[in-house]
C-alpha cells in the first residue's frame, strides 16, 4: 500500500494520518475513512509520520503506541510541539500503561486492538467534531475568572500578569474543555464522572484518565503562574478556585 493515498474528490473533508506498522490494519482503517467521505494518508513508522506530518498538516493524526523505530509515544511528543492536531492512540488489549502515558502527553482519545473499524470511525468522527467550532453556533462570549481568560469562539485561553500582559496557554483540545467547564462555574466541584461526560462524552475512558489529562493542565497552569488555579476536591472531583 502506498503511502500516500489517493485523496477521495472533496478536498474540504477532514485529512486523517494513519500510522500504522501493520499493513492489514492499516488498509482496513484507511478503506473505512475514505469510504466515510474523509481524506487519509498512510505511514508504516514514526519517521515517516513526522515527515507527512509536516508535509500535510492533517487534521487528525490515528496514530499506534507501538512502531519500530521511533514508537507512537515519540511521535505523540513531536506532534504536541507543534500545536493542537487531535491525536486518536491505538494501543493493545489491556496495555493501561500505554493508554495513561500517552494521554498525559495529551492524547485526546484511544482505541484498543482489536477493534470495530467502524466504531475506529465513529471515533474520529467524535474527535474532529469537539475540535472544530460549529458554523451554526452563535459566538460565546469570552470568560473571564481572576487572571485567566477563555475564549471559546476562538478556542483559546491566556493567564494575565498584573500589568495586563497576557501569556497564551498551549492546551490540547480535552485539556481546553476541561478547563473551560471549570471556569464556567467557578467554585463548582465536578465530579470526575462529570468532566468525562462533558469533556469526553464519545470516549470510554477510565475515571483516571481524567486525572492524566487535568495533571498535564496543572504544569501548564504552574508554568504560566498559576499554581493553584485547579483544587482537587478528594473522593470527590476537582474545582476551579480562583481565590476572593
Given at each position: 500500500m502506498s503511502s500516500a493515498m489517493k485523496l477521495p474528490p472533496s478536498v474540504a473533508?477532514?485529512?486523517?494520518?494513519?500510522?500504522?506498522?501493520?499493513?492489514?490494519?492499516?488498509?482496513?482503517?484507511?478503506?473505512?475513512l475514505e469510504r466515510d467521505g474523509l481524506r487519509?494518508?498512510?505511514?508504516?513508522?514514526?519517521?515517516?509520520?513526522?515527515?507527512?506530518?509536516?508535509?500535510?498538516q492533517p487534521d487528525l493524526v490515528l496514530l499506534d503506541i507501538h512502531l519500530p523505530g521511533m514508537d507512537g509515544v515519540d511521535v505523540l511528543r513531536f506532534i504536541r510541539d507543534q500545536g493542537q492536531t487531535p491525536v486518536i492512540m491505538v494501543t493493545a488489549l489491556a496495555d493501561d500503561v500505554d493508554k495513561l502515558v500517552a494521554l498525559r502527553l495529551g492524547a485526546d482519545d484511544y482505541v484498543v486492538k482489536p477493534?470495530?473499524?467502524?466504531?475506529?470511525v465513529a471515533r474520529v468522527r467524535a474527535v474532529l467534531r469537539r475540535?472544530?467550532?460549529?458554523?451554526?453556533?452563535?459566538?460565546?462570549?469570552?470568560?473571564?475568572?481572576?487572571?485567566l481568560e477563555i475564549n471559546p469562539a476562538e478556542h483559546s485561553a491566556k493567564l494575565y500578569d498584573?500589568?495586563?500582559?497576557?501569556?497564551p496557554l498551549p492546551l490540547t483540545l480535552t485539556e481546553f474543555r476541561l478547563l473551560a467547564l471549570l471556569a464556567s462555574q467557578p467554585r463548582r466541584c465536578f465530579s470526575r464522572a462529570q468532566l468525562i461526560e462533558h469533556c469526553l462524552p464519545e470516549s470510554d475512558a477510565l475515571e483516571r484518565?481524567?486525572?492524566?489529562?487535568?495533571?498535564?493542565?496543572?504544569?501548564k497552569l504552574q508554568l504560566a503562574g498559576?499554581?493553584?488555579?485547579?483544587?482537587?476536591?478528594?473522593?470527590?472531583?476537582?474545582?476551579?478556585?480562583?481565590?476572593d
Open positions: 473533508a477532514p485529512l486523517v494520518l494513519v500510522v500504522e506498522d501493520e499493513p492489514g490494519i492499516a488498509t482496513i482503517l484507511v478503506a473505512y487519509s494518508l498512510f505511514a508504516r513508522d514514526g519517521e515517516q509520520a513526522v515527515q507527512l506530518f509536516r508535509q500535510h477493534f470495530n473499524p467502524a466504531e475506529v475540535s472544530q467550532p460549529k458554523a451554526t453556533a452563535a459566538p460565546m462570549a469570552p470568560i473571564r475568572v481572576g487572571a498584573p500589568q495586563g500582559q497576557a501569556t484518565v481524567i486525572d492524566s489529562h487535568l495533571s498535564k493542565l496543572r504544569r498559576q499554581d493553584e488555579l485547579i483544587e482537587t476536591v478528594r473522593s470527590i472531583g476537582y474545582r476551579l478556585w480562583a481565590g
